[in-house]
């Protein structure tokens, strides 16, 4: 028997510290299931493993993109269950750790098999996003596929773009492909949740807000100033900084919106997670408790 060890929670709960406790214990290898920090631009507002922890253990779907590079939770689906058919050859047990939701879903559940996009209609509704804007892409969906418009976040560019790649590819409703089926997989899966009480969760996100600014994370986004219509870039941290190297806000107003928005992804995150019955909460202090539970779940 396979396992795979699904470490997930809220930015800023700490995963990464209990991830690389567990994946030392176990000999396995991480797979990070953030989809930002893929990007290799982005290391300090993404809180991406330092060196040092990658050298303790082996981490996968780090740093591994540019900003340009387009990516999806299909093709994350598709890599990380080719790298996990290579990786149990050698150990039984691998970590995917994260806090990405849908990234996360992907592996465990699956996502429907949707229609490969020509690659030149895709440049074209990337084109026509920055000459007319995200609204009137919006409408275009509203009429092409008005079930999911009325689901998906109108705010996300990634996702009105591809629901409407669908469309006008195949000349059918981009949810018509969707079957919600969950796909099975050869492998068991544990999935351990982490959780804080909310004023400790909101200390937590405001002092690493902080340490990232010390850290660098100002330069870091100027660094990237250049490309910031990409959607890659439509993240907390970037953003704000954005609107402060544009004359909109003042530097601590800007640091005041990143915890902020911060702590309210948070809370998306937990209503998200709250939904799934198997997960396993632990507060990430509870080591014993978390180590525990693994033992009695995985064969060690």
């Known amino acids: 028997?396979?396992?795979?060890?699904?470490?997930?929670?809220?930015?800023?709960?700490?995963?990464?510290?209990?991830?690389?406790?567990?994946?030392?214990?176990?000999s396995a290898p991480i797979l990070s299931a953030d989809s930002r920090q893929l990007f290799k631009e982005l290391p300090i507002g993404t809180a991406a493993p330092t060196p040092e922890e990658q050298n303790r253990v082996k981490h996968y779907f780090v740093g591994k993109l540019s900003l340009s590079d387009y990516y999806s939770a299909s093709i994350f689906e598709n890599e990380v269950l080719s790298l996990l058919n290579e990786l149990y050859k050698k150990n039984p047990v691998a970590v995917l750790s994260g806090g990405s939701m849908l990234y996360i879903d992907a592996v465990c559940n699956g996502i429907d098999d949707l229609p490969t996009v020509d690659i030149s209609l895709r440049n074209e509704l990337m084109e026509r996003l920055k000459t007319e804007g995200l609204d009137q892409l919006r409408n275009e969906l509203r009429i092409l596929d008005p079930e999911y418009y009325n689901e998906v976040d109108l705010k996300n560019a990634k996702r009105i773009l591809h629901a409407l790649e669908i469309c006008l590819m195949t000349g059918k409703p981009f949810s018509s492909f969707r079957s919600k089926t969950k796909k099975e997989r050869p492998f068991k899966i544990i999935k351990i949740g982490l959780k804080r009480e909310r004023e400790e969760l909101y200390?937590?996100?405001?002092?690493?807000?902080?340490?990232?600014i010390t850290t660098g994370l100002i330069e870091e986004a100027r660094n990237v100033?250049?490309?910031?219509?990409?959607?890659?870039?439509?993240?907390?941290?970037?953003?704000?900084?954005?609107?402060?190297?544009?004359?909109?806000?003042?530097?601590?107003f800007a640091i005041e919106k990143i915890k902020q928005n911060s702590r309210i992804y948070s809370r998306k995150q937990m209503t998200w997670f709250k939904r799934d019955p198997?997960?396993?909460?632990?507060?990430?202090?509870?080591?014993?408790g978390i180590f525990t539970f693994l033992s009695q779940s995985v064969i060690s």
């Open 1 to 26: 028997m396979n396992y795979l060890i699904v470490i997930l929670g809220p930015t800023g709960i700490g995963k990464t510290a209990l991830s690389l406790q567990i994946s030392e214990r176990f």
């Open 225 to 252: 100033y250049p490309q910031k219509g990409i959607n890659s870039l439509n993240t907390v941290g970037y953003k704000e900084l954005f609107n402060y190297f544009d004359g909109i806000w003042d530097l601590d």
């Open 203 to 212: 200390d937590r996100i405001n002092r690493r807000v902080d340490e990232m």
């Open 278 to 288: 198997e997960i396993n909460w632990f507060h990430p202090d509870d080591i014993d």
